[in-house]
């Protein structure tokens, strides 16, 4: 079975295509099922404000995919999502997503941490190794509140922390951890791959999926799905980067989450 779960549109003003699009042509390459997953709008909040949509924009963009539901939905499984950041404040908005808006399921996103008093893009702040454990603490926690169905690129610190030593196995091994200890799965994400390789100290890399972080998963017992990240409906012919960079390390996938 071929699936995505991991799919933006022009909402997110990041992203390219409209919700119909991304479906037509997921159709295109052969995919079963598609979650559309656009980040979550951050009400009262300050931060990301212009890669985000606005909290008014939410009733529009199920509407979207109620009606690509509508359309296509006979000849490809449509599923409703929302890509997330945690906040304790905004219990009320996870709640409401599942309960208003009927998603099928919630992805947790970590792209920004607690630092000096407000939130930070992990990949624009220098990661020492302290702050590196800031940023997994977060991460754990937002695991531990249970609003989430699976962690989108748990590697992600990769684009700031760049060696792998003892500071970044134990990030991982913590975050390996508590996805076994939660049964959550662990996202490959091929936006990743999409980037330029970077340098460290033990040769090339892509920022991520983080090779050195993957190699560890093998000795945890944790669901991996492959995430597209779609910014643009032609990248959902990607798929099969995903599943190559698995097979190069000998881990196996699932090909459909169960919600």
Known sequence: MKT??????????????????????????????????????????????KSR????????????????????????????????????????LYDELREKYKVDYLILGAHFFPYKGEMTYIGKVDLTPELLEDYVNYVITSMDSGNFNYLAHPDLFGMQYLNWDEHSEKASRRILQKAQDLNIPLEININGLRRSTILYNKGERHPYPHKDFWSLSNEYDVDIIIGIDAHNPSEMNDLDMGHKFAKSLGISVIDRLIF
Not at 20 to 34: M, S, W
């Open 4 to 49: 995505n779960y991991h799919t933006h549109n022009y909402r997110c003003n990041h992203a390219k295509g409209t919700v119909l699009e991304y479906v037509l042509e997921a159709l295109n390459a052969g995919l079963d099922e598609i979650g559309i997953s656009d980040h979550l709008p951050h009400p009262g909040k300050d931060f990301a404000s």
């Open 53 to 92: 949509m606005s909290y008014d924009d939410l009733n529009n963009y199920f509407n979207d995919i109620d009606e690509a539901i509508k359309i296509y939905g006979d000849k490809i499984s449509i599923k409703k999502s929302i890509e997330c950041e945690y906040f304790e404040e905004y219990q009320w």
